[in-house]
């Protein structure tokens, strides 16, 4: 949190609350509050990364159930040619062979779109993660937005006039400025902040992101056929808890403020304590 302890008396009694956009801190000691604005909710992407995993569950369930292919056989629906040789081949019993190959190629196909989905939430977590820096902070943008050979981002006339406030202003640009971020690899925008801000971690998250990436691309542009297993897909999903629990680290240093009402980082941090132990 922002605010582990309260700045003018020290007390560990530092109340957070949400509203719309921005953190209220109260100290219940002495009465110091702030408010901080544009916070990075990391229980939002947690949860979000959680339910994403939840199909690849239910797929692993039942691709280890033997009762599986009798199940499915007389209930396929859909509009592929599964569902209409489901009906001419109930009582053939080569067709459960047949069935549980069409259920490992499908395995397969949905195991490479985790793959990609993976690799498309450590973009979208980082592009967030700066929108809300540069909502909070908009001069953090000039080292962002500027014109060639200006020191400082410029807004066009016609965008002022054409927006109704300043938040709206602030608010497109910082989707602009993100998004140029966001564009960039992962791993290489991680490496930066870790040095940025002098943050060390005992995590290989740089590392795993570049694998992650090359990986990606081996089966977006080379249309690998090489196997993915439910471990390497945890472990994925499991990076991309990393990659928001050093973020968490980023924003501390930033001095950006981030909502974590279900206990994410504490739980993270007792993780790697137990991993470490």
């Not at 956009?21 to 100290?27: F, G, I, R």
């Not at 992650?212 to 471990?231: A, C, G, M, P, S």
């Amino acid at each position: 949190m922002l605010y582990d302890n309260c700045p003018e008396c020290s007390s560990d009694h530092v109340m957070a609350t949400l509203d719309s956009n921005s953190v209220l801190y109260e100290c219940q000691n002495c009465g110091w509050m702030t408010v901080a604005m544009s916070p990075f909710c990391l229980d939002a992407w947690s949860v979000r990364i959680h339910q994403a995993l939840a199909p690849i569950d239910i797929l692993q369930s039942m691709l280890a159930d033997e009762d599986t292919v009798s199940f499915l056989k007389p209930r396929l629906k859909g509009i592929s040619y599964l569902s209409n040789t489901a009906a001419w081949c109930l009582n053939d019993s080569a067709s459960d062979e047949y069935l549980r190959g069409e259920m490992d190629i499908a395995r397969d196909v949905y195991m490479r779109q985790m793959v990609v989905l993976a690799a498309t939430y450590t973009q979208l977590i980082v592009t967030d993660f700066f929108r809300h820096v540069f909502l909070a902070q908009p001069d953090r943008m000039h080292q962002v937005l500027p014109p060639d050979n200006k020191k400082f981002a410029q807004v066009p006339l016609a965008d002022v006039v054409q927006t109704g406030s300043r938040e709206e202003l602030l608010s497109t640009l910082a989707d602009q400025a993100a998004s140029i971020i966001g564009a960039g690899e992962p791993d290489k925008i991680m490496k930066r902040l870790l040095a940025e801000c002098n943050i060390k971690t005992k995590l290989s998250l740089v590392e795993d992101l570049k694998s992650l990436k090359e990986l990606r691309n081996r089966i977006v542009h080379d249309d690998t056929n090489e196997k993915i297993t439910f471990e390497q897909i945890h472990s994925m999903f499991g990076l991309l808890l990393a990659l928001l629990y050093v973020l968490s680290l980023v924003a501390d240093k930033y001095g950006l403020a981030c909502w974590d009402e279900t206990g994410f980082v504490h739980e993270f941090e007792e993780k790697l304590k137990n991993r470490c132990t």
